[in-house]
């Protein structure tokens, strides 16, 4: 049986790419990224941005998103990247989809791609999660250990059933930033605030991962769900820092990227 062509002519090709920097802030950080997509699709339809799309029976808008965080986790530094039929201000762009999304899945930033691919730039990301009933004595403590080892292995289920995963190798660096060792006042809570800089590794080490770990190595134990969020990812410096992705996008004079 002959293959069936779709009908009508082909849909126009992408004349710019632009590589998008958004949030996920308060409960937002509870839509999954499969919400995220729908309503982003949503979004770039109400804000008329002259997407591209793909060819065949079923087109789709050209989207493609990098590294998006677990559910329940905020960010500051999630990225993705759209293909435009016509060529559009970035700065435009970004205020047209901002306005309509929700408050909370905040557009940060737009530019114009330049060359190479933006996936391949994220080689780690840093994130700083609380931990409530843990003290920062006990959490150092804890670092400590978790350090001291060259590989801990950390079970999670996965589309093809329950793994290993060793949760130690892809940390860079681990540090409390901050909290408090005893409560402050009525209604306050003893809570630290650990920052780790994770390798991006396939599968990726979560913050659940890290917390696990930490649990089991070290008997960390909070008493409610610890709150995470990812501040940044990118490429690693020289010093292991994690660099902006989009730097070397906003330095690029051209206006179109086909």
């Known amino acids: 049986m ?8 082909p849909p126009p090709p992408t004349v710019q790419r632009l590589r998008v920097r958004y949030a996920k802030r308060g409960r937002l950080r ?8 729908r309503a982003f699709e949503r979004a770039l339809r109400r804000a008329e941005i002259p997407m591209a799309y793909s060819a065949g029976f079923s087109p789709h808008p050209k989207i493609s998103y990098v590294g998006a965080a677990p559910t329940g986790v905020a ?11 016509r060529a559009s201000e970035p700065e435009t762009v970004r205020a047209a989809i901002d306005a309509v999304l929700p408050d909370g899945l905040d557009i940060v930033e737009v530019v114009v791609a330049g060359p190479g691919s933006l996936a391949e730039r994220m080689a780690a990301s840093w994130w700083r999660i609380e931990l409530p009933g843990v003290g920062t004595a006990t ?39 901050g909290g408090t060792d005893a409560a402050s006042g009525a209604g306050s809570e003893v809570r630290a605030i650990l920052e780790v800089v994770v390798r991006q590794v396939t599968p990726t080490v979560r913050p659940d991962d890290v917390i696990a770990a930490l649990r089991d190595v070290a008997g960390l134990a909070p008493t409610g769900p610890p709150v995470a969020a990812r501040l940044a990812q990118g490429p ?4 292991g820092e994690i660099t902006d992705p989009l730097v070397d996008d906003r330095s690029n004079p051209t206006t179109t990227s086909p």
Request: net charge negative; hydrophobic share 45%; charged share 35%.
């Open 139 to 177: 959490l150092r403590a804890a670092i400590e250990i978790f350090l001291s080892r060259n590989e801990i292995g950390v079970e999670r289920m996965t589309k093809n059933g329950r793994r290993v995963l060793d949760a130690r190798s892809p940390v860079l660096r681990m540090d409390v930033a």
């Open 236 to 239: 690693l410096d020289d010093a």
């Open 2 to 9: 002959a293959r069936r062509v779709p009908e009508g002519p």
């Open 30 to 37: 509870f839509t999954s990224h499969r919400d995220f997509a």
């Open 75 to 85: 960010s500051e530094a999630e990225y993705l990247e759209i293909g435009l039929a």
